[in-house]
């Protein structure tokens, strides 16, 4: 079972993936001279490997790169916080009592935006944590409810 789900979520960031170069490439090509040409430039460098391998992680660059098109995609890819996220996309933590949003963990920098879910500098990816830098297991509101 491990297999299938390892394909299914390699198959899932390689589409991801297209998707992802396609969304850059074209905002690039409509607004030249926005800074995007480094990011790009980044995603074409680091190919699939620039992929997250958590399936949330995953889920929430599917949202960001599906739900809109063109320049909006972009934007929200640069600019949406994990806050920003519809509540069943936002990866959260318990905490005690209440449900926490937890941070994407790359290296020794804490992060909160889509965009830093991508392995752009080569850092070897990242993994989901609090506030103090503690790996978090994240819940599934479905399971939850």
Do not use: H
């Amino acid at each position: 079972m491990s297999t299938v789900n390892s394909l299914y979520e390699s198959s899932l960031g390689l589409d991801l993936y297209k998707k992802l170069l396609l969304t850059v490439s074209d905002f690039c090509d409509t607004y030249p001279g926005t800074g995007v040409g480094k990011i790009y430039n980044q995603v074409l460098a680091g190919g699939i490997k620039i992929m997250p391998k958590d399936k949330k992680a995953l889920e929430i660059i599917k949202y960001v790169v599906s739900n809109s098109s063109g320049p909006r995609a972009m934007q929200d890819l640069l600019n949406k916080t994990f806050l920003d996220l519809p509540l069943n996309l936002r990866p959260l933590y318990k905490d005690r009592n209440s449900k926490i949003v937890a941070f994407w963990l790359k290296g020794d920098q804490l992060c909160s935006k889509v965009i830093d879910l991508l392995n752009l500098e080569d850092q070897g990816g990242g993994k989901w944590s609090d506030e103090q830098r503690k790996s978090v297991d994240l819940i599934d509101l479905n399971e939850e409810e």
